[in-house]
């Protein structure tokens, strides 16, 4: 057994690459004669996934999902930010240069658009629960913005620990309805050519988010909507502990 | 070669995150800031200089073409990573704010890019 596990923990990537393939098999199989082709395998997949992430956390107590499992650590490897970012990339060699230059000011417009959108919608959100005091607030509009900006806001200002969990927790919150959302919703708000998936990856910005709702909606369109949620997350930590915190406690 | 393809995307893809590392550090955030669109960018320009210089074969795509279709999986593997507990066991407040202004960004996407074709 010992030589098992050190077995599995040496190759733990090599494991991620085979649990992730059969789980897309899997998943593929149950869209074609269960689901009759209405949502797409890799929608499937997706979902799969973060339902084993939920057990996961269940199981293990920890923060990253199934890969707290000791043999499937692999899998939080293979689905790490390193490897996310080079593949997004690799998506850009089917991009045109052209098409994201033309649609390049809806996407700088949607993105600032996006971020004070969100903020200005969980702090009065937080607002009318009760809360008072511009740090807090603050932290959790930050976090309705993406996972990171939360936390990285929450630290600026002092927030305690309390509202910088809870602004995680909505900015995860996001990431998974975003990706749950977006195949379901695209033909109806129009999200099928590179400008639309530009303004979207703006205005949603949450980078696993948007790259994930668009792997499930039309692989094509990635490059286009991670062009501009790239900057979402960057912009976020720059603007609400500083400029937003201002604002808000000006008018608090 | 297949080798190149790859290391044309590695370049493209350090370039680019160093970009944004100092980009958000001269803007004073702790975070990259458009690290992985920068390195789009690059990628992009890469292809096109060596479209005109001849040098693109159908060995050199496939370098990049490989991680360009693992992408899916990668982020299966990201979606089963997440911290999926806390998203679902953090109070009301959470699930308010982490939901509403998402439905209400989906429906707003329509008007923003019909704003812009004006």
Do not use: H
């Not at chain 2, 893809?13 to 702790?30: H, N, S």
């Not at chain 2, 299966?76 to 998203?87: D, G, L, P, R």
């Amino acid at each position: 057994m010992e030589i098992f596990e050190n077995f599995i923990d040496k190759n733990g990537l090599i494991v991620g690459f085979l649990v992730i393939g059969v789980l897309a098999f899997l998943s593929e199989v149950f869209s074609k004669k269960v689901l009759k082709g209405y949502l797409p395998g890799s929608a499937i997949a997706i979902l799969a996934g973060l339902i084993l992430a939920y057990f996961g956390g269940v199981i293990t107590n920890g923060e990253k999902g199934l890969s707290d499992l000791p043999f499937l650590k692999g899998v939080g490897a293979f689905g790490g930010s390193m490897f996310r970012d080079f593949t997004i990339v690799a998506t850009a060699m089917g991009a045109s240069y052209l098409t994201m230059k033309k649609a390049g000011w809806l996407g700088l417009v949607s993105l600032l658009f996006g971020i004070v959108f969100f903020f200005v919608f969980g702090v009065a959100l937080a607002y009318v629960w009760g809360i008072r005091d511009a740090a807090s607030l603050c932290t959790i509009g930050a976090g309705s913005c993406t996972y990171i900006v939360g936390p990285v806001t929450g630290a600026a200002l002092g927030a305690s620990s309390e509202v910088i969990a809870l602004s995680i927790a909505i900015g995860v919150l996001k990431a998974i309805l975003v990706t749950i959302l977006t195949p379901l919703l695209a033909k109806k708000i129009g999200l099928n050519n590179p400008a639309a998936a530009m303004a979207f990856g703006g205005l949603m910005g949450t980078n696993s988010g948007v790259s994930a709702g668009l792997a499930a909606t039309d692989p094509a369109l990635v490059p286009y909507g991670a062009v501009t949620a790239t900057f979402y997350t960057g912009l976020g930590c720059l603007l609400c502990p500083s400029i937003f915190y201002l604002v808000l406690d000006f008018f608090l | 070669m297949i080798i190149y393809g790859v290391a044309i995307l590695a370049f493209s893809y350090l370039t680019g995150q160093l970009c944004g590392e100092y980009l958000g550090q001269f803007l004073g955030v702790k975070a990259n800031v458009g690290g992985v669109g920068f390195a789009m960018i690059i990628l992009l320009l890469c292809k096109e200089w060596l479209q005109k210089k001849g040098w693109l074969d159908t060995e050199f795509e496939k370098g990049v073409d490989f991680w360009n279709k693992m992408y899916i999986p990668v982020i299966i593997a990201m979606s089963a990573s997440q911290n999926v507990k806390v998203a679902v066991s953090s109070g009301f407040l959470a699930v308010l704010v982490g939901v509403v202004p998402v439905v209400a960004a989906f429906f707003t996407l329509p008007y923003l890019i019909k704003l812009s074709q004006k």
